[in-house]
């Protein structure tokens, strides 16, 4: 059975189906470092060039923070993080990817 926790990123459910509500945790650097606000940040496709890029503002949680998201298509999601500052958590470079199958 495949984690559904990656560094400070955990993903509910796995896999993750198009169409249907993701929830992202993040508990990661930007959580440690005392953020006031984090926002996913996601694209869909290539790892080089992202389509239907959003942020999204996530909620606090007694542990760091969440956000349900809805999924709109198969292939590659890519998720990183960032405060309002600007302070970004990509992975060290190489974001969060999750295969997306259809129905």
Known sequence: MAS???SGVRVD???ITAGQEITVFYSGLLSENGAD???LHTG???SKQWNKVQDHRMEKVGWGWAKVL???ESGNLHICFHDSAQNWDNNTGTNWTFQ???G
Do not use: A, C, I, W
Request: aromatic fraction near 16%; hydrophobic fraction near 20%.
């Open 4 to 6: 559904n926790t990656y």
């Open 13 to 15: 459910p796995l896999p």
């Open 37 to 39: 606000q984090v926002y």
């Open 44 to 46: 869909y496709g290539n």
């Open 70 to 72: 809805p999924v709109e």
């Open 100 to 102: 997306v199958h259809n």
